[in-house]
């Protein structure tokens, strides 16, 4: 069992060296390594069809099919974020280390969601909805860059982790 008190016992940093184990023995951190930048490309391309739509009218269909792809990526990496994180940090979400990613991906996920409800119900014309899509394409980005820095913040950990203490003359 993994408990908070153990994790507020452990040396400042990311993981603690058992976290950093199950991270590293889990299959799910090499799903989550396939799924994030197939995401961010996916988003790429959905992106420049979007603004292509707003600046020309056309290609609203494309642009629709990579939005809809776009968001079925982003639910399996929460979904496989989840249980990532539940191997690791022994909770499902909300773990101390990714805490703040967490609270903002259901910000990027309800956004994700309105685009899908105002699609499927026809609740906005298709300028505003690509709007909505931008819009939740934007807090992906913000999300994205959390990670991005956590990851930095994980390698910086475990190369000061390998380096040797240093000496200290007199």
């Given at each position: ?16 060296d058992e976290e950093r184990a199950r991270r590293d023995q889990t299959v799910w951190t090499l799903i989550q390594g ?137």
């Amino acid at each position: 069992m993994h408990s908070q008190k153990a994790r507020k016992s452990a040396p400042a940093g990311l993981y603690t060296d058992e976290e950093r184990a199950r991270r590293d023995q889990t299959v799910w951190t090499l799903i989550q390594g396939i799924l994030a930048p197939l995401q961010f490309l996916v988003f790429l391309v959905s992106l420049v069809l979007v603004l292509r739509y707003l600046w020309t009218g056309l290609g609203y269909d494309a642009a629709t099919a990579s939005i809809l792809l776009k968001t079925a990526l982003l639910y399996l990496i929460m979904i496989t974020g989840a249980i990532w994180e539940k191997i690791v940090f022994g909770q499902y979400l909300f773990a101390p280390a990714f805490f703040w990613e967490d609270v903002f991906s259901f910000a990027v996920l309800a956004l994700h969601t309105a685009y899908l409800w105002a699609l499927f119900t026809a609740a906005l014309a298709p300028v505003p909805l690509m709007i909505l899509a931008l819009t939740a394409y934007a807090a992906y980005v913000i999300n994205a860059t959390q990670f991005l820095l956590k990851l930095r913040a994980a390698r910086q950990q475990a190369d000061a982790a390998r380096k040797p203490p240093r000496e200290v003359t007199a």
